[in-house]
């Protein structure tokens, strides 16, 4: 293999990236916790957690940790100045209502015409667990997924038709994963960039579709 | 004189029987009213309906009672974690019933609970496998599913302080599922740090209207909560 895959810190400042000036963004658990320590500097952007914070800031020392001031990995953070604190109806009437701009989450597998499954692997043993996931990909104006371009088995994420439960349908704008970061268009996937060293023929190959440059 | 200051958890939970349904606020840990969870593994009721946001964490509160055996069926959006074996047992074994809720119609239908509703559609879980077996319409060209308001017999919440007429104010993202959770319940039990006189809290602060608080318990802060956490 003759590519070079991004890192995790890499990916999430490619998504970082294209988060605009002014805004207002909530960032799943897992690897799209990444993309808040490298946004750029000079934008604002206004984190919002599920949990009732909006104006989220980074997270505290150990020793200012305070049980009651978590994200929604329920991890100690901090408050920036103008933040604020709601309940959980409205912390959800922001995300149901369509008031938040982007949402960032990570993903078991997303489908060419961007339908999300994020909540579970179907498997019969397995406990379910949905959280907020369901109510931000149908409420944010824009979901973007971040995740591993392949599974541990080496199969694409990036699919014809998800093969795990769906947490939404046609919601999924954009996707970045170690590989390249691509658009969901009504035309079909378009790759908006490559990691280093990948052709858009072998990009092709290993997802198992078809992408236009 | 309206006080709705009871003497104890144990006073303000003596009359919950077995087979209640339980509201239980906080999100993981924070705005778990401990002292009110305690209260109830040691009144002892059993069969209990528990709807809470998780399925509780560690061994103590909600998953010291699940352990006990105490709840017949949990309503939650998210009860998997790192730390929740006493639930994934009961669980596994069959000895507990799940109702799978996304997090928002969680909050939602505890919403439309408190605010008379019988029900509303939402996009949220719409061709999904959460949807299933649920009325569906079209609204505005958008799939949408019927959802029921999730009423209960008790609301046990944690606030910051208090007063005498229940009027509450909450603690950064302590507040949580509290606010909703107390217009929803027949009887709202609150646990606060601090009980404060009359007229002392701001009245344009005031986050919960003492009307959806019931009951009032003054549980102060415990002193090693904050060095155990660091």
Same mark, same amino acid.
């Given at each position: ?82 933040? +604020?604190?709601?309940?959980? *109806? @409205? ?14 989450? =990570? ?16 498997? *019969? @043993?397995?406990?379910?667990?949905? =959280? =907020? ?28 038709? +998800? ?22 268009? !009504? ?7 490559? +990691? ?12 198992? /579709?078809?992408?236009?440059? | ?37 305690? *209260? ?5 009721? &059993? ?10 964490? =560690?061994?103590?509160?909600? !998953? ?48 439309? *609970? ?33 959802? $029921? ?20 104010? $909450? ?14 319940? &027949? ?13 002392? /809290? ?29």
């Amino acid at each position: 293999m003759s590519w070079q895959a991004w890192t995790r810190t890499q990916m999430a400042a490619l998504v970082a990236q294209d988060i605009p000036e002014g805004a207002v963004v909530n960032l799943g658990i897992g690897l799209p916790t990444l993309v808040a320590s490298q946004l750029p500097p000079g934008r604002e952007i206004i984190l919002h957690s599920e949990n009732g914070v909006l104006g989220m800031g980074p997270p505290p020392g150990p020793e200012a940790a305070d049980p009651d001031l978590i994200n929604a990995g329920k991890q100690a953070v901090t408050l920036l100045p103008g933040g +604020c604190f709601f309940h959980h *109806a @409205d912390s959800f009437a922001m995300m149901r209502g369509g008031h938040l701009d982007i949402c960032v989450l =990570g993903a078991f597998q997303v489908s060419t015409r961007g339908d999300l499954a994020n909540w579970h692997t179907g498997a *019969a @043993d397995a406990i379910p667990a949905v =959280g =907020g996931a369901m109510d931000l990909a149908i409420g944010a104006k824009q979901t973007f997924v971040m995740m591993e371009h392949l599974s541990k088995s080496g199969d694409s994420k990036i699919v014809a038709a +998800c093969s795990y439960p769906l947490t939404a349908a046609a919601c999924v704008s954009r996707i970045y994963t170690d590989l390249a970061v691509l658009a969901i268009e !009504a035309a079909g996937l378009r790759v908006l960039a490559r +990691c280093p060293g990948l052709e858009h023929r072998q990009l092709e190959s290993l997802t198992g /579709l078809p992408l236009r440059a | 004189m309206i006080d709705k200051l009871q003497p104890s958890p144990a006073a303000a939970l003596a009359d919950v029987p077995d087979g209640a349904t339980v509201m239980i606020g906080g999100f993981g840990e924070a705005g778990l009213p401990q002292e009110l969870v305690s *209260a109830l593994l040691d009144q002892g009721a &059993r069969e209990l309906t528990v709807v809470n946001n998780n399925a509780g964490n =560690g061994d103590r509160g909600l !998953a010291a009672l699940i352990a006990a055996g105490r709840v017949r069926k949990i309503i939650c959006s998210f009860p998997r974690q790192a730390d929740s074996h006493h639930f994934d047992r009961a669980y596994r074994a069959g000895q507990i019933e799940l109702e799978l809720v996304p997090q928002g119609n969680l909050a939602e239908r505890i919403r439309a *609970a408190g605010a008379g509703i019988g029900a509303f559609y939402t996009p949220t879980s719409f061709g999904t496998e959460l949807a299933h077996g649920k009325e569906q319409r079209q609204i505005g060209g958008r799939g949408h599913v019927l959802e $029921y308001a999730l009423h209960a017999d008790y609301a046990l919440i944690q606030a910051e302080r208090g007063d005498r007429w229940g009027n509450l104010v $909450y603690r950064k993202t302590a507040r949580n599922f509290g606010p909703v959770m107390a217009t929803a319940a &027949r009887i709202t039990v609150a646990a606060v740090r601090e009980v404060v006189a009359l007229g002392a /809290l701001d009245p344009e602060a005031v986050v919960t209207p003492g009307i959806f608080v019931q009951r009032l318990v003054c549980c102060p802060r415990p002193a090693a909560t904050t060095e155990a956490r660091s």
